[in-house]
C-alpha cells in the first residue's frame, strides 16, 4: 500500500510514485579506491575524479552506481569538475535512477536578487564582498541545532541529490555534518514507527520571504525545478515518513528547519515529536557524519530523501567559505507501507 500527499497550494494531479523495485549496485565502483568513513553513513573516494567518471565509456553505469549506493553521502577529492558538469551530474543521477522528466534542477527563491547568475548554481557564501542574496552569519540559528535540514523540503516537489563544492575555504572550521535519517527511524520501536507513518507534517520556508522584502525584490514563483514548485507560498505538506525509491528504505523525513508543524495531533504534540526529532540527530553520534573539507573544489554528494545535513558555523574570523551547490528534483513525497526499514533490508540481503 501506498500513501501519497497533495502538497501546498497546487491543485494538480498527484504524481504517480515509482511502481519499481529497488534498484542495486551493479559493481561499477569497486575498482576504485574507496573506504566507509563510518558503519552507517559516507564513503570517499579519495583518489577519484568524478569528471573523468562522467566522461568515461560506462559513464551511466558508474553513475548509476553512485546514486544507487547504501551510503547516502559521499566524497571525492582530486576533482575537476566544472559548474556545468556540477550540474549535470545532479540531474544525471536521479535520472538514471528513475526520476520524472517533469523533474529537472532546482531554483532557488533568492534567485532573482543576482538575475546575472546561473540560475541552477546556487551560491552559498559568507563572503559580502560577493553580494549575496542573504548575510548567512545574521540569519543562521540561535541554537545550531536547529540548521540541520533536507534541501528544499517546502517544496511540493522536493531535491534528490545535492552536490556541493567548496571554491574557497576559510583557515579551518565550516565542516559540513549529515545524519543518516534512515538510521534515525529505525532507532524507534516498531510500534511507534506505525503511529508515525499515519502522519503527516506541514513544510514551510518563512525566512526567504523576509529576506526578500527586506531588500526590495520578489522570490522566483516560476517553475523552480517541477512545474509543481511555483509561487511565492513555500510550503507543502509532506509525509513525515516516506519511502527512497532508489533503495527502497523508509526514513523519517519530517525533520529541520523547513518543517512547520505536525499535522493532526495538538500543537503541544507536535512540538514534542519535533524536539525528539532533533534530539535524536544531535545524540544519537552513530548516525553522524562529519566532514573536513580538505581541498577547494573537492566535492561531496548526498542523497536528501535519506540524510539530513547542516554546516557549522565555526569560523568567525577566520576566512570567508564559499560553495557552489548544484540540487537536482526528485518525485512527490511517498510512504510505501510495504517498504522496509534499512537495517531490515540490509538484513534480507544476509539471508
Not at 52 to 64: F, G, P
Not at 129 to 156: F, V
Request: charged residues 25%; hydrophobic residues 35%; glycine residues 6%.
Amino acid at each position: 500500500m501506498t500513501i501519497t500527499q497533495q502538497n501546498g497550494e497546487h491543485d494538480g494531479a498527484i504524481e504517480k510514485p515509482r511502481s519499481v523495485e529497488p534498484l542495486r549496485l551493479q559493481g561499477f565502483l569497486d575498482g576504485y579506491k574507496s573506504f566507509n568513513v563510518t558503519p552507517v553513513i559516507g564513503t570517499e573516494f579519495p583518489d577519484a575524479n568524478v569528471a573523468e567518471w562522467m566522461k568515461d565509456a560506462n559513464s551511466d553505469q558508474i553513475l548509476r552506481d553512485l546514486a544507487v549506493t547504501s551510503r547516502h553521502a559521499l566524497q571525492s577529492c582530486l576533482t575537476d569538475v566544472t559548474d556545468e558538469l556540477q550540474k549535470e551530474l545532479a540531474l544525471r543521477l536521479g535520472r538514471l535512477t528513475g526520476k520524472p522528466e517533469s523533474s529537472t534542477l532546482h531554483v532557488h527563491p533568492l534567485t532573482n536578487f543576482n538575475p546575472e547568475r546561473d540560475p541552477h548554481l546556487n551560491i552559498i557564501t559568507t563572503d559580502q564582498a560577493t553580494n549575496p542574496a542573504e548575510d548567512l552569519w545574521k540569519n543562521r540559528p540561535a541554537d545550531i541545532r536547529n540548521s540541520w535540514h533536507t534541501d528544499a523540503g517546502y517544496e511540493p516537489i522536493p531535491p534528490d541529490y545535492s552536490i556541493l563544492k567548496l571554491i574557497k575555504l576559510p583557515e579551518t572550521g565550516g565542516d559540513t555534518m549529515w545524519a543518516s535519517s534512515c538510521e534515525i527511524y529505525d532507532k524507534i520501536s516498531p510500534a511507534y514507527r506505525r503511529f508515525l507513518e499515519g502522519l503527516t507534517a506541514d513544510f514551510s520556508q518563512s525566512r526567504l520571504p523576509s529576506v526578500a522584502a527586506a531588500k526590495g525584490f520578489e522570490l522566483y514563483s516560476k517553475p523552480r525545478g517541477s512545474p509543481s514548485n511555483i509561487g511565492d507560498s513555500l510550503r507543502a505538506v509532506h509525509p513525515v515518513v516516506r519511502t527512497n525509491p532508489v533503495t527502497g528504505w523508509k526514513s523519517l523525513f519530517a525533520v529541520g528547519n523547513h518543517v512547520e508543524r505536525i499535522k493532526d495531533v495538538t500543537s503541544v504534540e507536535s512540538q514534542r515529536l519535533l524536539d525528539w526529532f532533533l534530539q535524536m540527530i544531535v545524540e544519537e553520534h552513530d548516525c553522524q557524519l562529519r566532514h573536513r573539507w580538505e581541498n577547494p573544489y573537492d566535492i561531496a554528494i548526498w542523497d536528501n530523501r535519506s540524510v539530513y545535513h547542516t554546516a557549522i558555523f565555526d569560523y568567525a574570523g577566520l576566512g570567508a567559505r564559499t560553495g557552489h551547490r548544484a540540487v537536482g528534483i526528485g518525485e512527490r513525497p511517498y510512504l510505501d507501507l510495504d517498504s522496509k526499514t534499512r537495517r531490515e533490508a540490509l538484513a534480507d540481503q544476509l539471508k
